[in-house]
C-alpha cells in the first residue's frame, strides 16, 4: 500500500534518501499511514523501488530521530501513534523538528536534566548569577514611585523613559539611536515574530544564514514563508551565493547575526559587514539583526551591532536585554527604520499589547543607575573563564580531526566532526553518559544529517567543563573505531 | 483615470456607496491612486457612474473616516499622504481600522486624554483600584524564597505551582480542570494570537460574532484567515446563521464572548449555550471562549463559562487575569483540549518562549493566599456603583429613541441611535466637548457606517458619570435636530 504512493526520481536534485524520508514524513503526519503499522521491510522496499538498501536505511534513521517511526528489534519499523506520544518524550525529540530549540527543550525539564547532567546545550546562565538583589531593589523603588501605575497599561511602544535610556546606552559617537526608533517587546524571540507579523505574508521569501537560530525558522515558517537559506562561513555570510538568491527571489529580509552567529559563534569580518549593507541598499532589501551577545567580547577587536554602520535605514536591530541578564524577565526591543513603525506597532499590539510595565520601569531605574553596566562587566568575567577552561579542554582532549574555529565571544563553540560520524549518534551516546549537547541538525530549516554540533559553556561550572568535554572525546573515539569498523562491514552485503 | 477602473455592479447584493467605497480604498491602499491626488467631483464621479450623487458622497464619506481621504473646504477631496501621515493621528483613527482598538489607542495617548475628559472609551480600571501592596509583599516573598530561579527561564507552559492554583480555582462542581490543560500566556490578546498561530492558516475560516473584539479581528486577520461574522443579539450568537455558515464555509473555530459580550454587553442563554456546543460537536468545529469579565455580575443569575459545559472538549477557554485586576501584568491562561496541547504550546514558545516568571510565581501566591478572590469582590461593589450610576443617568437623561438592553454585569453598555445619526458623528461631536467613546463601527470585520456606540464606565468616578450622560445627551438632541433639517434639504437635490 505505501510502496504504491512513493515516487522517486533520480534525476532530481535531492539524494533519494531524502526523497523517500519526505514521502514517508508527510504521509505519517497526514496520518496516511496509520499509528502502530509496520513499515515494509528494507529490503523488500529497496527492491521495490529499484534502490539501495542503504537509502532506505537512512530514510528510516531520519524518521526515527524525528520520533515519527519506532523500531522494534528482531521485528521491523513501525509507525508512532502521533495522538497518543507523550509530548517531548525522550531523547527523539532533540530531533524532532526545528520548532523546538534548545532553550524549550532544556529548561522546560522534558528531558530530564539530574542533578549530575553535564548540560553543554542550554546556552542560558545559571540562577546564581543573576543579580537578585539589585533588581528587588529597583522592583521596590518603582512601586514606590509609580503605585497602581506601575500595574495599568503601558503603552504598546514601550514606556517612554526605559526607550530613553536604551537610546542612550545604545548610541555610540555620531551613530545617535531616537527613543522613537525603539520598540520594546517581551523577548528577543517576540522581536522576531513581531518582524514576522509585519514583514511576511503568506508565500514570501526571506534569507536566512545556514545554519541559524531555530526559534527564527519556526516564527518564520509559522507566516508561511519560504525559507532561503545561505551558508555562513568564518568571516559572515557568503556574499555572492546572497546575491544570486536575492536577484532570484527578491526576500523581504535577511536574518543575521553578525556577532557571535547562533550557532556557529562566527563575527562578521569589516569588510562583509559593509557589503552586506551595500547589497541591502542595492536591493532595497530590509536586513534583521539580531543581537544578544555583542557584550560578551572576550578578543581584541572591539564588536559593534551592525545597525551603527547602517546609514541608509536598512536595518531592524533585535537586542535582548534579558538573554545573558535574566531570561525569565522577557525584555528585548526593536530599534525599527522610521518605515516600519507603524507596522511594527500594530503587530506588538496584536501580540500582547504591551510588555509589562512594571518590569520595564524596573529595568530603566537599572539601566540609569548604572547597574546594567557593572553587570555586564561581571557576566563578561564569569563568562571569559569558562570560555578558557572550555577552550584548553577541548584543545587537549579532542582528537585533532574534529574541525572549530575558536569564536571571539559569546557562550558557544561549533564543532565538526569527521566525515561518516553524525553529531545524532555522539548526541545518543553522550545522552546515556548524561552529557547532554545540541547537534547541527536542529539548526537548519530543512532536514538533514549533520557532522556538526553545538558546545555552549553558560549553564556549566568551570570545574565540571573539563568532565564533560573528557566524556564526549570518549564517545567521539568509540564512534570513530565504530566507522572504521562499519567501513569494513560495508564491503559485505547489507543485512 | 480613477474612474476607468471602477466597476458598479447593480445586481451586486452589495449597496453601491460600499462597493465604489470598497475599490477606492483598495486603490488609495495599494498607491494606484497617489497621495494628494485630488478625487473627481462628487457630481461628476455620479454622472460617469450612473449612480446617485449620495451614493458618492457616502462612499467618500466612509473613506474619510478611514483617514484615507481629507476634504479642502470649497476644494474636493483628496488622497491622503499614507507615507507621512502621523501614526494615529487626531480624530479620525479610532475610525482608521480595526487593526487598532480601543484599548491601544486610550492607553498609548495618542487620543489626547486631558485631566477633563470624560473617558468612556476605556475599559480598564484607574489605578487606585489596584491591589498595589498585596501584590509587591507577594513579590518580595517570592523572591526571597526562588532568588535567580525567579528570574530564569520557565517552562513555555507555564510555572507548574500557578497552573495547579488556577485549576483549583476554576473547577466547580464536577467540571474539574487539570494543570496539564492550562497554557500560561501573557495576556488575553495572546491568547487569541497564539490561537491563530495554532489553528489558522493563509485561507482558512473562522467565525466571530458580529461585532465583536477588535484586536481578535486583528490578529485573526494577520493569519491571512478569512473572517464570517455572524450577528449576535440579546441571548447570543445568531445561530441558524451560524448554522448555515458553518456548513458553507467549515471554519476552523468559532470565536465567541458568552458572558458580557465584547461590545454589547450581550450574556448567552442556557439554550443557546448548549445549542452551541451541539453544533460544535455535530460539526467538529472548536469554540474559542473569550472570558474577562464573569467574575463582574451584578445580576440574579449565576453565569459560568461555556468551557464548563462542555463535555465533548470543543471549547478552548480564554481567561484573563490580568485585565480588571492589573492590565498591565499581562497574565492569562488558556484551557485547551487535549488534541490542541501540542500545537499551543509550540505557538507559545515562538511567540515569546515564556511568561515572565517572576510575574507568574507572585500571581501564584496571590491566588493561594485567596487575595485575588478579595480582590474580585471588592472589584465588583466598586464597579456595581458605577454601573448602576450609568444605568440610572442614561435611563433619565438619554431620549426614549435611543435603543439600548442594560447588560446583567461587565463594564460597558451599547446603544443604537435612531435611524439616519451615524455614531461618528456623534463621536466627533463629544470629542469636541472633551467626552470618548468608542463608535460602534470599530467593532465589524468590515468598514461600515454604525448607529452604535459603545460607554464604559471602568476608567470613570462615579460623581462624573452623570455629568458625561448629560454632555452626550446633548449632542445626540443636536443631532437629532440636524437630522430632522437634512431630512427638508434632502428634498431639494444635492449640491
Not at 513499515?39 to 529499484?50: E, F, M, Q, T, Y
Not at 574555529?405 to 548526541?427: C, M, R
Not at 549553564?459 to 567521539?476: F, M, N, Q
Request: proline share 5%.
Amino acid at each position: 500500500m505505501v510502496v504504491e504512493l512513493i515516487k522517486l526520481s533520480k534525476t532530481s536534485d535531492q539524494p533519494l534518501y531524502l526523497q523517500l524520508y519526505n514521502q514517508l514524513h508527510e504521509m505519517i503526519k497526514n496520518r496516511q499511514i496509520p499509528a502502530d503499522y509496520k513499515l515494509p521491510p528494507i529490503r523488500k522496499l529497496a527492491k521495490k523501488l529499484g534502490i539501495n538498501n542503504v537509502t532506505v536505511v537512512n530514510a528510516y534513521k531520519l524518521l526515527e530521530s524525528d520520533g515519527l517511526v519506532y523500531s522494534k528489534i528482531g521485528s521491523g519499523t513501525y509507525v508512532t501513534d502521533l495522538e497518543n506520544k507523550e509530548l517531548f518524550e525522550g531523547n527523539s525529540v532533540l530531533e524532532e523538528s526545528s520548532d523546538f530549540e534548545e532553550v524549550k527543550l532544556i529548561n522546560q525539564g522534558q528531558i530530564e536534566i539530574g542533578e549530575n547532567t553535564i548540560n553543554f546545550a542550554s546556552a542560558t546562565p545559571t540562577p546564581e548569577l543573576f543579580p537578585v538583589d539589585d533588581f528587588k531593589n529597583a522592583l521596590n523603588e518603582v512601586l514606590d514611585r509609580d503605585k497602581g501605575f506601575a500595574f495599568g497599561y503601558q503603552e504598546s511602544q514601550g514606556f517612554y523613559p526605559l526607550r530613553e535610556s536604551i537610546a542612550t546606552y545604545l548610541s555610540v559617537g555620531t551613530s545617535k539611536i531616537e527613543p522613537e526608533d525603539i520598540q520594546i517587546i517581551s523577548g528577543a524571540q517576540q522581536g522576531i515574530d513581531i518582524i514576522a507579523k509585519a514583514l511576511l505574508n503568506y508565500g514570501d521569501c526571506l534569507v536566512v544564514e545556514s545554519p541559524t537560530y531555530t526559534g527564527a525558522i519556526a516564527a518564520f515558517r509559522s507566516r508561511g514563508a519560504h525559507i532561503i537559506e545561505v551558508p555562513i562561513e568564518q568571516d559572515g555570510i557568503k556574499l555572492d551565493i546572497l546575491e544570486d538568491k536575492i536577484k532570484k527571489f527578491r526576500p523581504k529580509f535577511i536574518y543575521c547575526m553578525p556577532n557571535f552567529q547562533n550557532p556557529t559563534g562566527y563575527c562578521y569580518s569589516y569588510a562583509k559587514r559593509k557589503e552586506l549593507l551595500k547589497l541591502a541598499t542595492k536591493y532595497e532589501v530590509l536586513i534583521v539583526e539580531d543581537d544578544y551577545l555583542t557584550e560578551l567580547d572576550y578578543g581584541e577587536r572591539e564588536l559593534l551591532p551592525l545597525k551603527l554602520l547602517d546609514t541608509n535605514d536598512r536595518v531592524i536591530y533585535i537586542k535582548s536585554f534579558s538573554k545573558i541578564f535574566m531570561p525569565g524577565l522577557r525584555l528585548a526591543f526593536l530599534s525599527v527604520p522610521q518605515e516600519l513603525y507603524e507596522g511594527v506597532l500594530a503587530a506588538k499590539h496584536i501580540s500582547d499589547i504591551s510588555t509589562p510595565g512594571l518590569i520595564q520601569r524596573a529595568f530603566d531605574l537599572y539601566l540609569r543607575k548604572g547597574i546594567w553596566q557593572k553587570q555586564i562587566s561581571y557576566m563578561r568575567e564569569v563568562y571569559k573563564e569558562r570560555y578558557y577552561k572550555m577552550l584548553n579542554a577541548v584543545r587537549q582532549y579532542f582528537p585533532q580531526d574534529i574541525e572549530f574555529i575558536p569564536p571571539e565571544g559569546g557562550l558557544t563553540f561549533w564543532f565538526k566532526l569527521p566525515e561518516g560520524i553524525l553529531a545524532q549518534d555522539l548526541y545518543e551516546d553522550c545522552l546515556e553518559k548524561d552529557v547532554l549537547f545540541i547537534p547541527g541538525s536542529v539548526f537548519y530549516p530543512t532536514p538533514r544529517s549533520s557532522q556538526h554540533f553545538r558546545l555552549s559553556f553558560a549553564a556549566i561550572y568551570p570545574e565540571y567543563i573539563e568532565a564533560g568535554i573528557r566524556i564526549i572525546t570518549k564517545s567521539i573515539n568509540k564512534l570513530l573505531k565504530g566507522k572504521k569498523k562499519n567501513r569494513t562491514k560495508s564491503y559485505t552485503p547489507l543485512l
